[in-house]
């Protein structure tokens, strides 16, 4: 099985991320994504995620009516701090056979030489990536160490400057999402009263 990791704090899951997902799918010719949102980012600990339960319902809002989505509550379920290798290392025990592969926007992609055990993770898995406005693909792969940077493929799709953190902004401010989550996602954000606080 050709299978794909897409971690994050989906906080919330927006069309970036399901247009980089399907873009994905499309360009490695993948039979699953499993979105894998983190129990807590080892960069972003400091931060104030909404509940668990949240960010787990609005993805599968998210992702239902597509075959290929599948939602992992396994970061979640292990608690702690969310590290890549260590959910790389289970899913390859449950799948011992597949393709794996992880799915990363070009940001994540800059930062990818800080997280733990980089070379490990592009062993196991290739790694997807998508493109995202203000950051240069090109020149985040020319600094990447050559162990790396062979096992990039990266992902055509149309550039989408949505943000999880725009979105929030904008429920906070009482402005409208529409057309940049999908509708089932706002409908749930409301019903929950989420992103109201300050952060
Ligand atoms: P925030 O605004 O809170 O930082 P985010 O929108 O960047 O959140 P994350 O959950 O942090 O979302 O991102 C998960 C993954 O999806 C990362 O690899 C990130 O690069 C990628 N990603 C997020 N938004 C986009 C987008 N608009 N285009 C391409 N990739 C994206």
Avoid: K
Wanted: aromatic share 8%; glycine share 6%.
């Amino acid at each position: 099985m050709r299978l794909a990791l897409f971690g994050g704090t989906f906080d919330p899951v927006h069309y970036g991320h399901l247009r980089l997902a399907e873009e994905a799918c499309e360009a490695a010719n993948l039979e699953r994504v499993l979105f894998i949102p983190a129990h807590t980012s080892p960069f972003r600990t400091a931060e104030r995620l909404s509940a668990h339960a949240h960010r787990l319902q609005i993805l599968r809002l998210a992702v239902q009516d597509n075959p290929r989505f599948e939602v992992s509550d396994l970061e979640i379920q292990r608690g702690g701090v969310s590290y890549t290798i260590d959910t790389v290392r289970t899913l390859r025990q449950h799948y011992p056979n597949a393709e794996l592969f992880l799915i990363l926007g070009a940001d994540a992609l800059q930062g990818f030489t800080a997280w733990r055990e980089p070379d490990a993770i592009a062993q196991e898995c290739r790694l997807l990536v998508g493109v995202r406005p203000h950051y240069d693909l090109q020149a985040t792969l020319e600094q990447l160490p050559e162990s790396i940077r062979r096992r990039v493929q990266p992902v055509p799709m149309t550039p989408l400057g949505v943000s999880a953190s725009d979105l929030r902004q904008r429920v906070r401010q009482g402005r409208s999402i529409r057309y940049l989550t999908p509708p089932n996602v706002i409908e749930y954000i409301q019903q929950h009263r989420l992103y109201l606080e300050p952060e």
